[in-house]
């Protein structure tokens, strides 16, 4: 398992841009919305990594809801996973909890599935099977 990802939330992603700008990095592709979960993202890669930066579309979504509760900053850490449903599986065997039954679609074609925070000690995590592995998953490996 790999660090797939950091979620940033922020109100508008120009001014969550800044610093990455400052820092020396170029957001990658153009900024995609992400309609089941209700954002925006803008992608930086940062090595074999990505930070997300992660703006509301509507006022009902998990993001909106956050930034009402909390500052903008990090929302959420992303493990890449190769099997999502045999990762959650092996994960329920331990206890976890899931903030949904199944996984769902997530940025550029990946699955995803968020674990509750009372279970990740206070952190959102999420599970991110990209489409590649989706192919491999099968016992094949890489």
Not at 135 to 142: D, I, L, W
Request: proline letters at 7%; one cysteine or more.
């Amino acid at each position: 398992m790999k660090l797939d990802h950091i979620g940033i939330a922020t109100p508008d992603l120009d001014l969550g841009s800044e610093p990455y700008l400052a820092l020396g990095f170029t957001p990658e592709g153009e900024d995609e919305v992400v309609e089941a979960q209700g954002v925006r993202v803008r992608v930086f890669r940062v090595g074999d990594a990505v930070v997300e930066l992660l703006a509301p579309l509507r006022p009902e979504s998990a993001i909106a809801r956050f930034l009402e509760k909390n500052r903008p900053g990090l929302h959420h850490t992303a493990y890449r996973v190769e099997d999502i449903h045999a990762e959650m599986a092996r994960l329920r065997g331990q206890g976890a909890t899931f903030l949904s039954e199944q996984p769902g679609p997530g940025l550029h074609g990946t699955t995803v599935v968020f674990l509750h925070p009372k279970w990740g000690a206070g952190t959102l995590i999420e599970l991110c099977q990209h489409p590649q592995e989706a192919q491999v998953a099968g016992g094949h490996g890489h």
